[in-house]
Nanobody, 126 residues
Framework: QVQLVESGGGLVQAGGSLRLSCAASGGTFSRYAMAWFRQASGKEREFVAA????????YYADSVKGRFSISRDNAKNTVYLQMNSLKPEDTAVYFC???????????????????WGQGTQVTVSS
């Protein structure tokens, strides 16, 4: 069983930056593909970014490409999401997720992921 705990959310003005962290425990972290999703109030959870266990492949949603950066430190069992040039439409609860069976093609559906964190709120004011 893998436990995921997100941190780093908060309130920021438009154009600002935040870095989210997700600490994992209970599994062999380097074997898991990791992803970030977000869910705005009244909307479905949507894919943001994913990274392979080795860090060799990364994939972003079009809405965040060029502004957000996903990375991982397997020695620290942690995945990060650096968010720059934030917009009010980025306001959401951000979740990290782990996929037990890593593969070349990164997954973007919520149903593909096995473990989830509790989420951290990001609010971007205009």
């Amino acid at each position: 069983q893998v436990q995921l705990v997100e941190s780093g959310g908060g309130l920021v003005q438009a154009g600002g930056s935040l870095r989210l962290s997700c600490a994992a425990s209970g599994g062999t972290f380097s074997r898991y593909a990791m992803a970030w999703f977000r869910q705005a109030s009244g909307k479905e959870r949507e894919f943001v970014a994913a990274i392979r266990g080795s860090g060799s492949r990364i994939y972003y949603a079009d809405s965040v490409k060029g502004r957000f950066s996903i990375s991982r430190d397997n020695a620290k069992n942690t995945v990060y999401l650096q968010m720059n040039s934030l917009k009010p439409e980025d306001t959401a609860v951000y979740f990290c997720a782990a996929l037990q069976f890593d593969s070349y093609y990164l997954k973007v559906r919520t149903d593909d992921y096995d473990y989830w964190g509790q989420g951290t709120q990001v609010t971007v004011s205009s």
